[in-house]
């Protein structure tokens, strides 16, 4: 079985432009979250979907937006970029139930300049 | 709102020794679920352990277990029989029950280097 797919890898991106990752879930998955992890604040929860609906979104200003898909694969865009939006941005996907566990992505590495 | 707290930013083990990493937290819920998962320099989030909250036994994975201690709040992880692979930073995580979401709570970490 497939894991969770994140791409690209690396990004390099200028102040001022917008960027969108992918995150492919592990197949049956309908549930996929977004974490930003920077080593000041950690990682911190940015958004969950659930069978293409936005279920749960953490604080993290407008700029930052995704979506799902019909076949559960999700994508997170971050508009007009900061340089504090430097991060490994993680995916996981879960599956049905109280007792699923999350499966981690290997992440992108976005570096804004 | 729930909060995890790790308090030990760095751990250091010698190879074949034990471990226990530190975990506290807090929520007025009485069913979640609790983990640790272990994220090595590749960057993949790795689960490790879990532990459910009205389980009393503490969970066992291998050479990984768990004391908690759910009046106190507390989640330790110990490791027994510490391999040099074992170097990586640790976070617990906090969820409410799924269903309703899949959201993770993670403590700020724990590096541990593992000394051959």
């Known amino acids: 079985k497939a894991g969770v797919t994140q791409t690209p890898r690396y990004l390099i991106k200028t102040r001022g432009q917008q960027v969108t990752l992918s995150c492919s879930p592990i197949s049956g998955h309908r549930s996929v979250s977004w974490y930003q992890q920077t080593p000041g604040q950690g990682l911190q929860f940015l958004f969950e979907y659930f069978s293409e609906t936005q279920r749960n979104k953490g604080n993290f200003p407008g700029r930052f937006s995704g979506r799902q898909f019909s076949n559960s694969r999700s994508e997170m865009n971050v508009s007009t970029l900061e340089l504090g939006d430097s991060a490994l941005y993680l995916c996981?996907?879960?599956?049905?139930?109280?007792?699923?566990?999350?499966?981690f992505g290997q992440g992108t590495r976005l570096t804004v300049v | 709102a729930q909060t995890v707290t790790q308090s030990q930013p760095e751990m250091s083990v010698q190879e074949a020794e034990t471990v226990t990493l530190s975990c506290t937290y807090d929520?007025?819920?009485?069913?979640?679920?609790l983990f640790w998962y272990k994220q090595p320099p590749s960057r993949q989030m790795i689960l490790v352990i879990r532990?459910?909250?009205?389980?009393?036994q503490n969970a066992t994975e291998n050479r990984f277990s768990v004391n908690f201690q759910k009046a106190a709040k507390s989640f330790s992880l110990k490791i027994s029989d510490s391999q040099l692979g074992d170097a990586a930073m640790y976070f617990c995580?906090?969820?409410?029950?799924?269903?309703?979401?899949?959201?993770?709570?993670f403590g700020t970490g724990t590096l541990l280097a593992v000394q051959p």
């Open positions: 929520t007025s819920e009485s069913d979640y679920y």
């Open positions: 532990q459910e909250a009205y389980k009393q």
């Open positions: 996981a996907s879960s599956g049905r139930g109280r007792n699923t566990e999350a499966f």
């Open positions: 995580a906090y969820r409410t029950p799924g269903g309703a979401t899949n959201k993770l709570i």
